[in-house]
């Protein structure tokens, strides 16, 4: 998240309006953002929803429908345009402004 919000700048240079997704419950989501200055929108998927319709949950320990780090670009017409899941990696910004720039 902490990556997201710094190059927030970027990605909206891009034309893209970034934002997090995560299971965590929107009180969570708050306290993240007070605690790590995230002014980034994001959207607690309590239920999966979008986990599985996005086709990036795995189960964890036992736990069904943990979301896989990932990230995707979504155009106006709600059309993925790039997908990546990163698994435990860090997902490379560069990368992902970069597609941004090439969808623009």
Do not use: C
């Not at 605690?35 to 069904?64: H, K, M, T």
Request: net charge negative.
């Amino acid at each position: 998240m902490l990556l997201l919000r710094d190059r927030r700048a970027d990605l909206e240079a891009a034309g893209v309006s970034p934002f997090g997704i995560s299971r965590d419950s929107p009180w969570s989501h708050v306290a993240w953002q007070q605690a790590l200055d995230i002014d980034l929108p994001l959207l607690s998927d309590w239920n999966a929803e979008a986990v599985r319709a996005f086709g990036v949950g795995q189960e964890y320990r036992g736990l069904q429908d943990v979301a896989e780090r990932s990230a995707f670009l979504v155009d106006g017409e709600r059309t993925i345009r790039f997908a990546k899941e990163y698994g435990d990696e860090i997902p490379d910004m560069d990368e992902l402004v970069d597609a941004a720039r090439a969808l623009g």
